[in-house]
């Protein structure tokens, strides 16, 4: 089986995100991401944790200051973690995506 990293991006940060959530509305969020867990079942390598934007380090422009999150999952191929997701919470949010990036194999390792 392979592992993919998922990264979620929104317009909005995990911190602003959490910022302005109520209790209510923070447990509504957990229910629906613990239900997609329990759906995603064995999938689910690591559920990951929401992230702030720190810095960035290099001359390589940076892409990740909208990255809010990230979870590992692990499947097949990358339409069965498409499949996955399919219906995850992280999507319901306005100007939200998710990023699969595959694992690979280092070389002699």
């Known amino acids: 089986m392979a592992k993919f990293i998922i990264l979620y991006r929104a317009t909005t940060s995990a ?14 969020g957990m ?12 999938a689910v390598v690591d559920l990951g ?8 380090v290099g001359s390589a422009a940076s892409a990740g200051e909208d990255v809010c ?11 069965d973690i498409t499949n996955i997701l ?10 939200s995506s998710i990023d699969v990036l ?3 194999s280092m070389p002699g390792m």
């Open 69 to 79: 999150g990230y979870s590992i999952l692990q499947a097949n191929s990358a339409q």
């Open 102 to 104: 595959e694992q690979l």
């Open 86 to 95: 399919d219906g995850h919470p992280h999507l319901e949010m306005p100007g």
């Open 31 to 42: 229910d629906a991401w613990m239900t997609w867990a329990g759906k995603a079942g064995d």
């Open 15 to 28: 911190r602003e995100q959490m910022a302005g959530a109520t209790p209510e509305q923070m447990k509504a």
């Open 49 to 56: 944790t929401p992230l702030g934007y720190s810095t960035h």
